[in-house]
């Protein structure tokens, strides 16, 4: 055993890994915020997910959804559980959520491309759940709460 209490360097070795582990992961943390939050969007659209997956807004806000992805998404509400009084959003402009999957399945309606936004302003108090259709079954979900 040596004096800083390692046999053969291994415990350096563990220090050290445990170090650059925790420096790797504080710097990719901070890549993930900076993606979501360049000022010109409030969501950003990963591969498989919204980020960040839930936000806070208040009533009379406009949140707005950027792809950051080589992948096309969709933004649908899903209508079963609107606020009371809320209307139907849907990238695409949808009037009901069974259009907006009808017309993503025959024709990739409400797709919005890499770099691409979509917006939508809300005007009832609640919690809005919403997904990307070719997406869902993955778990790309998200949640709009919406204060008084």
């Given at each position: ?103 993503y399945s025959n024709s990739l309606g409400g797709l919005i491309n ?35």
């Open positions: 055993m040596r004096d800083d209490g390692s046999v053969d360097g291994h415990q350096s070795r563990r220090r050290f890994l445990a170090a650059t582990g925790t420096a790797v992961t504080v710097g990719l943390a901070g890549c993930a915020a900076t993606l979501a939050s360049d000022g010109d969007f409030d969501v950003g659209m990963t591969a498989t997910a919204f980020t960040p997956p839930t936000v806070t807004i208040e009533v009379g806000d406009t949140v707005v959804w950027k792809n950051t992805s080589s992948r096309g998404h969709t933004v649908t509400a899903y209508e079963a559980v609107l606020p009371e009084g809320a209307a139907f959003f849907a990238s695409g402009g949808y009037d009901d959520e069974q259009t907006a999957r009808d017309a890499s770099n691409e936004t979509y917006s939508y302003t809300f005007d009832v108090p609640g919690e809005y759940k919403y997904l990307c259709i070719p997406h869902e079954q993955a778990g790309m979900v998200g949640t709009v709460v919406v204060e008084a």
